[in-house]
T-cell receptor, first 115, second 111 residues
Framework: DVKVTQSSRYLVKRTGEKVFLECVQD?????MFWYRQDPGLGLRLIYF???????EKGDIPEGYSVSREKKERFSLILESASTNQTSMYLC??????????????FGPGTRLTVT | RKEVEQDPGPFNVPEGATVAFNCTYS??????FFWYRQDCRKEPKLLMS???SGNEDGRFTAQLNRASQYISLLIRDSKLSDSATYLC????????????FGKGTHLIIQP
């Protein structure tokens, strides 16, 4: 079974704090993703990585950065948290399919509240 | 802008019935399609992948209609445990930014 774990299920931070969200997968997947999910907006891609030290911006990268120093670990960093970053953050991993697309396995999510 | 549209529902369906819902997409070059289920306050879980015309897995069937640009999910003999939100995902090529998520269809199976 693929397992994707995230460092925290719930997190409360103050405006301006630096926030680290960690994600670890145990299936040797090359691709890893960070999404946020908000009511009425669905899942939106923040960043993804297709290899160690490689990263690509998604649809909403502003205010976020990422780090992938090891294949199994992908970190999301909020440099200076703001209230509009209150959200559910979901990490995912996948292999790359020759047929195209990504069959993603998601972690349990981190519900972040910024006050 | 790539668009993936789903009827948000909720679909209220009696246990044992067959239910189907569609997902329409705007990009005719879309290559592959995925259905995920998401339970309340949980993460999405991959249900089915569709790379050609369709796929079947037990009570679940996904069918792709490229001419009309939609993919459907059919659930037969529905069970209470099928209650969830079903997310449609369309891949239009390139990197992971080629993935577009629908906002989901909420299904409630009633006893």
């Amino acid at each position: 079974d693929v397992k994707v774990t995230q460092s925290s299920r719930y997190l409360v931070k103050r405006t301006g704090e630096k926030v680290f969200l960690e994600c670890v997968q145990d299936m040797d997947h090359e691709n890893m993703f960070w999404y946020r999910q908000d009511p009425g907006l669905g899942l939106r891609l923040i960043y993804f990585s297709y290899d160690v030290k490689m990263k690509e911006k998604g649809d909403i990268p502003e205010g976020y950065s990422v780090s992938r120093e090891k294949k199994e670990r992908f970190s999301l960093i909020l440099e200076s948290a703001s209230t509009n970053q209150t959200s559910m953050y979901l990490c995912a991993s996948s292999l790359t399919r020759l047929a195209g697309g990504y069959e993603q396995y998601f972690g349990p999510g981190t519900r972040l509240t910024v006050t | 802008r790539k668009e993936v549209e789903q009827d948000p529902g909720p679909f209220n369906v009696p246990e044992g019935a067959t239910v189907a819902f569609n997902c329409t997409y705007s990009n005719s070059a879309s290559q592959s399609f995925f259905w995920y289920r998401q339970d309340c306050r949980k993460e999405p879980k991959l249900l089915m992948s569709v790379y050609s015309s369709g796929n079947e897995d037990g009570r679940f069937t996904a069918q792709l209609n490229r001419a009309s640009q939609y993919i459907s999910l059919l659930i037969r003999d529905s069970k209470l445990s099928d209650s969830a939100t079903y997310l449609c995902v369309v891949f239009s090529g390139g990197g992971a930014d080629g993935l577009t998520f629908g906002k989901g269809t909420h299904l409630i199976i009633q006893p």
